[in-house]
């Protein structure tokens, strides 16, 4: 692609973003008064309060500045659409919404955005069909982002209900299996106590057979609740959200999604092999390692001839596992080090216009965030003009929700 198209298909971009920032109320309220028909609620009910309501809008304007973005890939991590997709999926759980429901709404908003998009093209005469189509793809890519966090929110929360609930049932079946099997032994053993030296064939000996052939099959009974109960709690790990992850694959697919930036910016990464397997939630370990990686992309250093990022593991005692991802930036300054996986922390944020970054501050507190919920930890080393390097450990089986009164 030339020198020439290029300027044009980045104003056209700049042109498509200001309009989607100018028109995001009345986005907004398209996409509102769509959703009514499919949730059965009015707009207010939908998202009830002022926050929300200002919410989506926000979401819009986070759109608007990705599609302006030179950079798709890193504008994409960088911006505030993943938190603001998990307070939407949060709150359609609350809503008791369906997954049928998310993914039609997602459907209504894409095609209101692409809508817009041909309004606005139609507009600018000096568009062709390759920008149009380029803006389209990447307005198609935002969205799907935000369904997959919004989803893959609403799905953990009713997995975490799930789960309570079904750990409420076992602890109920344990603690009346546990209460009555001691009675029930007891009995049956006077029961047999009785029946030594009788006539079976009389009457109360009878009656005394019988009863102890009750009490045996209240006890199997018993027995089947305790198993069930037994068989319940090693399932309780098998959820829609938490899998067996191969983690060199997984830091292979964030690798390829980050290809046009790892070659606009000349950086060469280098995954390891057979860094193991753990069972834990996809998109929390996205987000970890997704939000490392693009700090490294992003505070690569200009000025050195070659630019490295290497993701390796490191040996540990074997109860958990730890991946480094190290790279040969700008490095931090000491007094930051400790202060960057706070809220809106930001160590360059004086030379994010001279390479040509942006962001709040949220990647690295989010990670923090992710990596306390799968039991794990996270340590940084750093030297300014030498590199960075940041270590994550985790359990190679991720704790589940624990139930707490």
């Known amino acids: 692609m030339n020198a020439p198209h290029l300027q044009k298909a980045s104003e056209f971009r700049t042109f498509v973003s200001l309009a989607l920032r100018e028109n995001s109320v009345a986005i907004s309220d398209d996409w509102l008064a769509a959703l009514q028909d499919v949730v059965n609620e009015e707009s207010r009910d939908i998202f009830p309060t002022e926050q929300y309501l200002d919410h989506i809008p926000a979401m819009i304007d986070e759109i608007a500045k990705i599609i302006g973005s030179t950079d798709i890939d890193l504008a994409m991590v960088n911006s505030l659409i993943d ?46 069909r390759i920008d149009g189509i380029d803006v389209m793809t990447s307005i ?20 975490d209900k799930i789960q309570v609930q079904t750990e409420k049932l076992v602890t109920f079946n344990k603690f009346v299996s546990h209460e009555l099997k001691t009675p029930l032994q007891a009995a049956l053993l006077n029961t047999e106590l009785l029946l030594e030296n009788r006539d079976l064939t009389t009457e109360d000996a009878t009656e005394l057979v019988t009863i102890a052939a009750s009490i045996r099959q209240a006890a199997s009974l018993l027995q089947n609740m305790e198993n069930l109960a037994l068989n319940t709690t090693e399932s309780l790990g098998d959820t829609p959200v938490v899998q067996e992850i191969d983690l060199s694959a997984l830091l292979r697919d964030i690798q390829a999604q980050l290809d046009a930036t790892l070659a606009t910016r000349d950086i060469e990464v280098t995954i390891e092999d057979n860094m193991g397997t753990v069972v834990a939630e996809t998109a929390k370990l996205k987000l970890i390692f997704t939000n490392i990686l693009t700090n490294s992309l992003k505070y690569s250093d200009p000025l050195k001839d070659k630019r490295i990022v290497s993701v390796k593991s490191i040996p540990t005692d074997g109860d958990v596992i730890c991946i480094e991802v190290s790279d ?4 931090i300054e000491k ?14 944020e004086s030379e994010d216009h001279r390479h040509d970054v ?25 030297e300014p003009s030498v590199g960075t390097s940041v270590s994550v450990t985790f ?11």
């Open 328 to 331: 040969n930036g700008l490095g």
């Open 83 to 128: 938190r603001k997709a998990m307070e939407l999926g949060t709150l359609r759980y609350q809503q008791q919404a369906s997954v049928t429901q998310l993914l039609r709404e997602y459907d209504l908003l894409a095609r209101i955005l692409e809508q817009f998009l041909i309004t606005k093209t139609a507009e600018y005469t000096q568009a062709n």
């Open 335 to 348: 007094a930051m080090q400790n202060k960057v996986f706070d809220m809106r922390v930001r160590a360059h």
């Open 140 to 159: 198609a890519r935002v969205v799907r982002s935000i369904l997959q966090s919004t989803v893959d929110t609403f799905v953990q929360k009713y997995m």
């Open 358 to 382: 942006s962001g709040y501050g949220l990647g690295l507190y989010l990670v923090s965030e992710a990596i306390k919920d799968i039991g794990g930890s996270v340590e940084l080393t750093s």
């Open 395 to 405: 359990p190679h089986v991720t704790p589940p929700l624990q139930y707490q009164d």
